[in-house]
């Protein structure tokens, strides 16, 4: 049987009298694709964000990788082995490219300077970023700057990566640098849960495509399944709205 | 009117080393308060319930009590309590540090604020503590946006440690009050002494604006 990565089950989240979530049973498997889809408000973030802890659901509960997310120290000691890529990148501004990387792997992973360069300069060669090693994030375009972000999470090594809508704030014509860079992730078996409008992406590398709607998962499956073969009418009504 | 210029050269000097003592007592003020503001302020946005209650009594007690009471409490107050004398100096600079402190606090924690929480949140999702974060990621962006009010609050201070003269504390101010005891030169020595806080000021001034450029360019 396969490795259970991510096992989300009856996940429930409120904030204040907003029930977002409503019971979310979701498992992830090694090396599995899923991607989350959606329409604004459902809870797709929001799911995202409870499997890592960023945001405390109310009830349920998230094991990765057989560790159960109870306490701040198994939440520190989950959260590096699962990376995040926001959608506003949340670069350091402070620190260049390189600095960005090198920080958590020796703060949180006490990896020596020299180990931790190396690692970084891999991770930007890997992003096609190698020359941007000592800019300033603010001197990079968006379209560079979350491809930094998804190398500063890889330095981490992590065995999960999060993706919370990772092209939906950059400039159309970046969007595909960022999906290349996640395709061959992808491809290199990283297990991946990602949150986007990016139907072409779900379709070509989604292992499984995952329908929320009003806070629960409607409809799951293949993206065959989902794209063409949707059994609920609601599934259907919001891919016709963005395919 | 005729100015008598022999007693303001006279005691310029007199005065001058008053102004030095007036900066010893801000910078060591505001120096204390920064360790003290430092914490409070990130007490007051920490989780833990009774340090973020403690921070805000403190910080609303100091806001909400002038300078002056507070002097009278430390130098006056406090000897009740204790049984043995304040010395003067170290009235003075506890008083405006606990002042300071108050105020600074309230700059740290609107800095703090002021980063985007997607900064938090990077930094948590790459398995830092909260504290960890703080001092490697919010706190150094913070550092740079909390400059300007922090030579707000030194220039504040410059002028608001007048009140210590009330203490006998021979600073600027009590220099100028004891050469006109003696001279009854009210009208030169209050224009020597408003023309040195003045200068003071305005270098203060120029300092921070200095410093604000040199942080900027990064």
Known sequence: MTKEMIKVTNLQKSFGNLHVLKGVNLTITEKEVVVIIGPSGSGKSTLLRCMNYLEEPTGGSVVIDGIPLTNDANINEVRKEVGMVFQRFNLFPHMTVLENLMLAPMKVRGIIKSEAEATAKMYLEKVGLADKANTYPEQLSGGQQQRVAIARALCMKPKALLFDEPTSALDPEMINEVLDVMKSLAHEGMTMAVVTHEMGFAREVGDRVVFVDGGVILEEGTPDDIFFHAKEERTRSFLSKIL | ?218
């Open chain 2, 1 to 218: 009117m005729d100015l008598n210029f022999d007693l303001i050269a006279s005691s310029f000097p007199l005065l001058l080393a008053g102004a030095a003592i007036t900066v010893e007592i801000t910078a060591l003020s505001v120096g204390f308060g920064l360790l003290i503001g430092c914490m409070v302020g990130i007490a007051r946005l920490c989780n833990v319930k009774p340090l973020r209650y403690l921070a805000n009594i403190y910080v609303d007690f100091i806001r909400g009590t002038p300078l002056l009471v507070q002097i009278f409490l430390v130098y006056f107050a406090l000897p009740g309590i204790t049984g043995s004398r304040v010395d003067p100096f170290f009235a003075a600079i506890s008083a405006c540090s606990i002042n300071s402190g108050a105020y600074i606090a309230e700059i740290f924690r609107a800095g703090i604020q002021s980063i985007d929480k997607g900064q938090m949140e990077a930094g948590r999702s790459l398995g830092m503590s909260w504290a960890q974060t703080m001092r490697y990621i919010i706190m150094p962006q913070a550092f740079k946006r909390i400059i300007p009010p922090l030579g707000n609050e030194f220039i504040a201070m410059l002028k608001d440690s007048s009140l210590v003269s009330v203490i006998g504390f021979e600073e600027l101010t009590r220099r100028g009050q004891l050469i006109i005891a003696r001279t009854y030169a009210s009208f030169e020595i209050w224009m020597c002494v408003a023309l040195i806080y003045l200068v003071m000021v305005f270098m203060v001034a120029r300092l921070v604006a200095m410093l604000e450029r040199k942080f900027d360019t990064k």
